[in-house]
Structure formats: C-alpha cells, structure tokens
Nanobody, 115 residues
Framework: QVQLVESGGALVQAGGSLRLSCAASGIVFRIAVMGWYRQAPGKQRDLVATITTGGSTNYADSVKGRFAISRDNAKNTVYLQMSSLKPEDTAVYFC?????????WGQGTQVTVSS
C-alpha cells in the first residue's frame, strides 16, 4: 500500500520560510519521480516542482528562485524548501509520486501566508 504523508504546513508571514516534507512508503522510492503540487481555494491543482530519480528538477515559473525541491533516498523523503513566501503562495500543498506508471497523492498540508 502506497502512502505519502506530508508535514510542515503552517501559517507564516509574507517574506518568511517553510520546509515541507513528504515521507513515502510502499514504493521503491529511489525509482519514483516525486513532486509537489498546490491547490488554492476555487482553483485547479497546479504543479509547483518535480524531481527525477537522477535529481533533475523542474519548477513552476511562479516559484523559481524562491522554492527548492530535494530528495533523500535513504529516508524515502522529498522536501520543498520555500522562502520569500508571498500571500499568493497560500494553498494546500500535495505530495505526488509517479511510480511504475501510476500517480499517487498525499492528503495535503495547508500553507497560509499572511500579508
């Protein structure tokens, strides 16, 4: 059974930083493409960042230079370091795993950025 468990969401002031974590189980983590997505109220779920098995990263234009995705294969964990946060970053952040042709999702963690 695949499980993705996010943590680290919080209320933070604009300009602040947060680090999200996603612990994965039930998969061979080192061969999974991992990613973070976010969904604001009334909006669709959008890509934030992805990281491949080889460590290549991809970011949404809106977060380039402010967010950094990383992975620790020994801990089966993917991280999202977020800095210079803006109110428009407020959303539920979801961890995603693309593993053997199937997308898996975590339950989400709320990030709220106050102005």
């Amino acid at each position: 059974q695949v499980q993705l468990v996010e943590s680290g969401g919080a209320l933070v002031q604009a300009g602040g930083s947060l680090r999200l974590s996603c612990a994965a189980s039930g998969i061979v983590f080192r061969i999974a493409v991992m990613g973070w997505y976010r969904q604001a109220p009334g909006k669709q779920r959008d890509l934030v960042a992805t990281i491949t098995t080889g460590g290549s990263t991809n970011y949404a234009d809106s977060v380039k230079g402010r967010f950094a995705i990383s992975r620790d294969n020994a801990k089966n964990t993917v991280y999202l370091q977020m800095s210079s946060l803006k109110p428009e970053d407020t959303a539920v952040y979801f961890c995603n795993s693309y593993y053997r042709g199937v997308n898996y999702w975590g339950q989400g963690t709320q990030v709220t950025v106050s102005s």
